[in-house]
């Protein structure tokens, strides 16, 4: 898998921009590189439910008490996304199996509020090395970079369309591949996911 670097001079030779041997050298392209990398990493985590990313732990109550809900969970430090509260023997349940939560704050750190107790959490995870990711996802990241590096390296506003369309289309094929990686051995609720986040909106299922 390609380092950051790497990665960047694929965006970079997308735009016809050359490339760069490190992030902090003293170039217009390595500072705009390293301005957007870690962003658009989260941006393109958040967007789907990457298998790579997806983790599960058991969340840590807090002191915290609600009027409305029973128990509160700290968020967990690298979580990008909350997919879903676990429910024990249940692999897929349906919308109304699903155990009700919201996400908050409590002034000092994010928090999650729910009446399941010994709640676990499915999350998409932040993950900064491309070594744990997937070609696909790279280079959807690539595109995505390239569009975001291509207006102020170029000048061309018509470059950086042309980039978007093709992380557009480079992000339908990770997803798809992606999807792939999974089986319920029922259809999944398109809708439903896609309205928590899951999937982008609109974005149809394989």
Partial sequence: MPSDV??????LARVNQGSIASLTE????????????????????REFAWPFARRRVALALTANTSSTWAYCYAYPSDCLTALRLVVPGLQKPRHDQAPAY???????????????PEAELEYTARVTDLDQTDPLFVN????LL???VATPLTGKPDVADLCRRGYL????KAAAAGLNEQH??????????ASRG?????????
Avoid: H
């Avoid at 319920?184 to 996911?193: A, M, Q, T, V």
């Fill in 140 to 143: 959807a990241l690539s595109w």
């Fill in 146 to 148: 390239a569009a975001e």
């Fill in 26 to 45: 003293s170039s217009r392209a390595a500072e705009l590189c390293s301005a957007f990398l870690d962003i658009l990493k989260d941006q393109i985590l």
């Fill in 198 to 206: 899951v999937v982008p909106s609109g974005y149809p299922y394989a």
């Fill in 184 to 193: 319920y051995g029922e259809p999944p609720d398109g809708e439903f996911l």
């Fill in 6 to 11: 790497q990665m960047c001079n694929m965006a």
């Fill in 169 to 172: 289309q480079a992000f339908s």
């Fill in 102 to 116: 919201e996400i908050g704050g409590n002034g000092t750190q994010r928090v999650i509020w729910t009446d399941l």
